[in-house]
């Protein structure tokens, strides 16, 4: 299954940045919502633990499923991430590195196509890794943009991209907004420089596929890309995209998500 291959090398491109440039900044906030790289290690690491059990069907996931769904009803979602990862700094990070690797090895070896239980509606297995890499890559964004290392992307960028494309209906859905008929026109440049089509609808998106996965993991606003958006569909869909479940999410501002200064 290329999703586990994915995941574990953008979860070792993360790990990469961390070890050359955290140094005791462990507790440095990010711009995205002034969580530090802890924060990001502890959810990435809650996470990739939930996804584990649920995708091997460990009972103990039964349990964890209840908490999760009343932590999420009383937004207490990051209390009961820091509760259950106790670790912080060097200890953390060497938690994390090991946890993903291990489940990557062992999810690679599954069938792709088989049910794995979750919060939500159930889901193919190859869904729940592809979320587990988009989640690394999304948050590993606000990581390097705070180190101001820039990212080399690679075409396993599409596994975001389809997911994207996958959760158009539900960006609208969750914004209580009609789902349009049909999927705007994309024509999407990999870093391979692969063209990636989706869609046949009268409006179109034109660009980067980093790019667009940035603005639907809204890691940064579409105003601060070279998208080439058309017709009013695309144009709204671009506005709230959202390829990650839970409640909507506003996107951040114009120019409130960018490579920082190294050192800055």
Known sequence: ???????????????????????DGWDRPTQFKSWTVNDVLVHLSFWSEAADLAIRGDPAFDALKHSMKDAIRTHRLRVLENA???????ALFDLWQASYRRYAESWAG?????????IGPEMSLRSAVTARQMETWAHGHEVFDLFGQPRRESDRIGNIVFMGVNTFGWSFQV???????DLPRL??????????????????????????AEV???TRNIADTALRVSGP??????????????????????????????GG
């Open 1 to 23: 299954m290329e999703q586990a291959q994915a995941f574990l090398e953008e979860s070792d491109a993360l790990a990469a940045v961390i070890a050359e440039h955290v140094g």
């Open 84 to 90: 259950r990862i106790g670790e912080r700094g060097p």
């Open 110 to 118: 599954m069938d792709p196509k088989r049910r794995v239980a979750w």
């Open 175 to 181: 914004n209580d907004l009609p789902v349009p008929a």
């Open 187 to 212: 024509r999407l440049t990999a870093p391979s420089g692969k063209i990636w089509e989706f869609g046949s609808g009268p409006d179109s998106i034109a660009g980067s596929a980093v790019e667009f």
């Open 216 to 218: 639907v993991t809204q």
């Open 233 to 262: 569909d695309a144009t709204r869909w671009m506005s709230i995209a959202q390829c990650f479940a839970g409640p909507a999410e506003p996107p951040p501002g114009p120019g409130q998500r960018f490579l920082q200064t190294p």
